[in-house]
């Protein structure tokens, strides 16, 4: 019997699984490998924050208009979708990147260092892609030119998903991926699965990371509003501290995680990231504000950590002669690999990436939005390399020093490119 050629596999929908990456993907990638890295700085030089990623969206839309992709705007505020058309009909995959910088004043010296700087929640700040946003945009604008030139090899449609807000958009302001869902972004034509990737300045650059199922925590936002009552701050009896109150519920909250949770079950974290309170040295005032975040990867345990912080704040406050209120807002669910597609596709992995440089690990504390798309349509979401090889110990995400290897970003190219590809004819 002769031997079937793989163009006679692919013609009857036979799925097989090619042990190499795609050689004209691979040309096609590394053909762009320099202007992914300047679309990088270029957005790096010019961060925005969340719904409000104008300049971002612009530059987005003009590179997939030129390259004859279907292209959508405003979405959910200044998002922007691309859809690809392949030359034979099928499924339909998406990819995403998220496009927002933090309030950050970066510490880098790199000649395309952002000195970009705005007012956020009424203080002064510097405007930085401290997170790796600028790396995803870039790398999906790279992947979505590599598809343009093959669109022969794509059995279905590509959707392009360019996300606005991932790190939460302003009080009082809807955003993000919930927004998107909201708005069809899954629909039109209909998503079958969706991919997203995190570029990661702990993950040696060439390496690729993975975990099915819950890979990310669940996440919620908290305010606590304490009152008490303004006095002298050479009389305290006189009145009541709400700063020390804060402190004995921020006390409080600690001991929710060392003896209410269940840690065998997984991890779960509570911070306060900000505390307002006063005016001056030598006065008492009247209140504080403490604004936090919850991290959970159990939805059980999720649930008793919130009833204990609803019922713990305002006991505190009354123990201490004060008042306090509590809001909780959720921001992302639990980052879910669906245990099926992470399978199907982890030999796409190891062969772009190689095997011995894919790896699985455990799951983080972190939380993403893309969680929301997983709600939705089955999703798997993974981690790039971008520590420099040589280097001991990295700035983490979210800091001033935060450093990308931009030597990293090429794989993700590959990587997504030859997802969608593969996702599409198996």
Not at 264 to 289: H, L, Q, W, Y
Not at 302 to 322: Q, S
Not at 364 to 389: A, H, N, R, W
Request: glycine share 10%; net charge negative; aromatic share 6%.
């Amino acid at each position: 019997m002769k031997k079937l050629s793989l163009a006679f596999f692919a013609l009857f929908g036979i799925g097989i699984t090619a042990q190499e990456i795609d050689p004209e993907i691979k040309i096609a990638s590394e053909n762009l490998e320099e202007q992914v890295i300047s679309w990088r700085r270029d957005f790096h030089q010019n961060p925005e924050l969340s719904n409000r990623e104008f300049k971002t969206a612009e530059k987005i839309a003009a590179h997939l208009e030129k390259l004859g992709i279907e292209t959508q705007t405003g979405i959910a505020k200044t998002g922007v979708v691309g859809i690809l058309k392949g030359d034979n009909t099928g499924k339909t995959v998406a990819l995403r990147a998220d496009m927002d910088a933090l309030p950050v004043t970066e510490r880098n010296d790199l000649p395309f260092k952002s000195e970009v700087t705005t007012e956020f929640l009424g203080s002064q700040t510097g405007v930085m892609h401290a997170c790796g946003h600028d790396t995803h945009v870039a790398i999906l604008m790279g992947v979505a030119e590599v598809l343009s030139q093959n669109k022969n090899k794509i059995n279905g449609t590509v959707k392009f998903i360019f996300q606005p807000a991932e790190e939460g958009p302003p009080p009082g302001e809807e955003g993000g991926a919930g927004l998107m869902i909201k708005e069809g972004v899954l629909k039109d034509p209909d998503v079958d699965a969706i991919f997203g990737l995190h570029i990661n300045s702990a993950t040696p650059v060439g390496t690729i990371r993975y975990k099915p199922e819950g890979t990310m925590a669940a996440v919620e936002r908290f305010v606590i509003n304490v009152k008490g009552k303004q006095t002298h701050g050479s009389a305290p009896w006189s009145g009541t501290d709400p700063i020390l109150i804060s402190a004995k519920i921020i006390d409080g909250l600690q001991t929710i995680i060392s003896r209410d949770a269940k840690l065998v079950d997984g991890a779960a974290v509570i911070t306060v990231g900000k505390i307002t309170s006063g005016v001056r040295f030598n006065i008492i005032p009247e209140s504080a504000e403490m604004i936090g975040t919850v991290r959970t990867l159990d939805p059980d345990m999720k649930e008793i950590i919130l009833k204990r912080m609803r019922e713990m704040v305002p006991a505190i406050a009354k123990a201490y002669g004060g008042e306090a209120t509590i809001e909780i807002q959720n921001n992302t669910a639990i980052t879910y690999n669906d245990p099926e597609l992470t399978s199907q596709m982890l030999p796409t992995l190891e062969k772009v990436a190689g095997k011995d440089h894919v790896e699985l690990v455990k799951a983080t504390t972190g939380g993403e939005d893309f969680s929301y798309f997983q709600e939705e349509v089955p999703g798997f979401y993974f981690f790039l390399g971008g520590k420099p090889l040589d280097a001991t110990e990295p700035a983490p995400h979210h800091t001033p020093d935060f450093f990308i290897d931009e030597s990293g970003m090429l794989l993700g190219v590959k990587t997504m490119s030859q997802i969608a590809i593969d996702y599409l004819n198996q």
